[in-house]
């Protein structure tokens, strides 16, 4: 499944992005701040879109111009999260690559994708979160109108062996409605 939004596209990975994908995700300003290690080759690249990105619901973040992969964005459904056990709840992430940075293309792909979560996958919750320090994720998340539901101050992060502080944040189907986001 494709989403389209004003300037981007929303599609599922191919391994034939595994190049672009390595030319973002190796970045260190890239993943730690998101909780995971930056890519150390393309074939580790590739291993990621063959196995995480594989998941249903995860698509290739690309601008319309040239439908080159330029980010990550999912919602990761039941069995694909910490945040949640039930089916009719997910948890939303995503990331881009630093040159794309304060376009505005996540909090347009997080929109189109909470939409398709609320009105297709007929979510009634979709969770959020971010780790301390990480202002422009927090950002993302308050102008798709999450708000904060809770904060772990000894959150232990396995892919980095590192303990922080996250914050967790919701948005539910009543509240987005409301907020006429359709």
Known sequence: MTIETERLILRPWKESDAEDLYTYAKDPDIGPIAGWQPHKSVE???HIIRTVFAQPECYAV???TDNRAIGSIALMLNGN???TDRDDECELGYWIGKPFWG???IP???K????HGFLKLRMNIIWCGYYE???KSKRVQEKCGFTHYKTHPHLYISLMREIRTGHITRLTRAEWLTRKQI
């Open 81 to 83: 999260t910490e945040l």
């Open 108 to 110: 347009e792909a997080a």
């Open 44 to 46: 580790d690249s590739l």
């Open 103 to 105: 376009n505005g293309y």
């Open 133 to 135: 320090g990480n202002e």
């Open 112 to 115: 189109a994708l909470i939409r």
């Open 62 to 64: 690309c601008l319309k």
